[in-house]
C-alpha cells in the first residue's frame, strides 16, 4: 500500500502562489504515476496535473502555464507549484498515486488540501 500526506494549501489572494507537498509512504517503488486532483465545492473532482516516473507530465487546460508539478524520487515527495491564482482554482486538492501490481492497477489518496483563492 501507498500512504500520502498533503501539505500547503491555505488562503491567497487572487494572482497568489502557494505550493503543495505531497509525502509518499510505503510500498512507492510501485509507484507509476503520482498527481493531483481537486474538487470544488458541488463540482466532479478532476485532474488538475500529473507526472509518471519517467517524468512526463500532464496538465489540465485551466492550469497550464501556471502551475508546475514536479517530484523528488529520493524525497518521495511530488510538488505543485501554482502560480497566479485565479478564483475559480479554490478547491480541495488530492493527492493520487497510482500504482500497477500483476497488471491491476490501484489509486490511493491523501485527505486532501483546502486551496482558498479570494478575488
Known amino acids: 500500500q501507498v500512504q500520502l500526506v498533503e501539505s500547503g494549501g491555505g488562503l491567497v489572494q487572487a494572482g497568489g502562489a502557494l505550493r503543495l507537498s505531497c509525502a509518499a509512504s510505503?510500498?512507492?517503488?510501485?509507484?507509476?504515476?503520482i498527481g493531483w486532483y481537486r474538487q470544488a465545492p458541488g463540482k466532479q473532482r478532476e485532474l488538475v496535473a500529473a507526472i509518471s516516473t519517467g517524468g512526463s507530465t500532464n496538465y489540465a487546460d485551466s492550469v497550464k502555464d501556471r502551475f508546475t508539478i514536479s517530484r523528488d524520487n529520493a524525497k518521495n515527495t511530488m510538488y505543485l507549484q501554482m502560480n497566479s491564482l485565479k478564483p475559480e482554482d479554490t478547491a480541495v486538492y488530492y493527492c493520487n498515486a497510482k500504482t500497477i501490481s500483476w497488471g491491476t492497477s490501484y489509486d490511493y489518496w491523501g485527505q486532501g488540501t483546502q486551496v482558498t483563492v479570494s478575488s
Open positions: 510505503g510500498r512507492t517503488n510501485r509507484i507509476n504515476v
